[in-house]
């Protein structure tokens, strides 16, 4: 595989990669075609493992080679990457407090953003998926970018352990719009389509991530952690909470710990 990746140009292996992960969010929205509910304990702990998978991304994936890239520069080594970090939470707040949309197993009364209850229920859930895709698919389009830029701390098999990571972690948030909406009486493709559109944005994402970083290569350190705060941000706003309000605490915790070392695992075995 990482054989085959070689020989590509950045941008069709940053949109290989995310056409991956839009393919497992489609699978998981798939799950609609062969039932109507889902047991909410499966459910947590599916959502606990996407987000152990995503902070051990945002560490070993963006924020430990970002580290390592800023040892070139004249600005001190911690300094990109606090600065994108904290940049990416401040971007995702700021898009989170704009765009309408709604959290899976909510109701219309907590919907967030400006407006929000002027939009139709399907059209929030798919918008609340979408905005966690964002992150997503920009690390992903950074890593390929970080690889093309030559730096020693991006290798091929790190962004590819990425893609796969990020794209076992979206299986969950396709099930998670795809099946309330399936509950609501919305009929089974239509379920479908709109919890895979959700996943439509990484390549887009990743193309303007790894365009960006081969234009301007000193925007890498900053960018690789900017994508890290934006996917913490995620995890912290949306992912644990919705994991543990269902009361499957516990279980969610401990798959949370798995989806966690096996990302670990993914990425230091890779890359």
């Not at 509910?37 to 970002?66: E, H, Q, R, Y």
């Not at 239509?190 to 390549?203: A, C, H, I, R, T």
């Not at 279980?251 to 798995?258: D, E, G, P, R, T």
Request: hydrophobic share 55%; glycine share 12%.
């Amino acid at each position: 595989m990482v054989d085959f990746f070689s020989t590509l140009n950045p941008v069709t292996q940053a949109l290989i990669g995310t056409l991956f992960t839009w393919g497992m969010t489609a699978l998981g929205a798939a799950l609609v075609f062969t039932t109507k509910t889902m047991n909410l304990k499966l459910f947590d702990g599916m959502l606990g493992f996407a987000g152990g998978v995503m902070i051990a991304a945002s560490f070993w994936s963006l924020l430990s080679p970002a580290l390592s890239m800023a040892e070139s520069g004249t600005l001190p080594v911690w300094l990109p990457a606090a600065i994108g970090f904290l940049l990416g939470g401040v971007f995702l707040w700021g898009v989170d407090k704009i765009v309408p949309h709604l959290h899976p197993n909510s109701s219309l009364e907590n919907a967030e953003g400006l407006h929000p209850k002027r939009k139709r229920r399907s059209t929030l859930l798919v918008l609340a998926i979408t905005l966690h895709n964002i992150p997503e698919g920009l690390a992903v389009g950074v890593a390929f970018g970080a690889v093309a830029a030559g730096f020693p701390s991006a290798s091929l098999s790190g962004a590819i352990a990425l893609a796969i990571g990020i794209g076992i972690q979206n299986f969950p948030e396709g099930v998670a719009v795809s099946m309330p909406l399936r509950r609501e009486g919305m009929s089974r493709r239509k379920s479908f389509l709109y919890g895979q559109f959700s996943g439509m944005v990484e390549p887009i994402a990743a193309v303007i991530g790894v365009l960006a970083v081969t234009l301007i290569e000193p925007l890498l350190p900053f960018a690789l952690s900017f994508a890290a705060g934006a996917m913490i941000f995620v995890v912290v706003e949306e992912v644990i909470p919705g994991s543990q309000e269902n009361g499957n605490k516990d279980f969610a915790s401990m798959c949370l710990m798995i989806g966690f070392t096996i990302m670990m695992i993914l990425d230091v075995a890779l890359g």
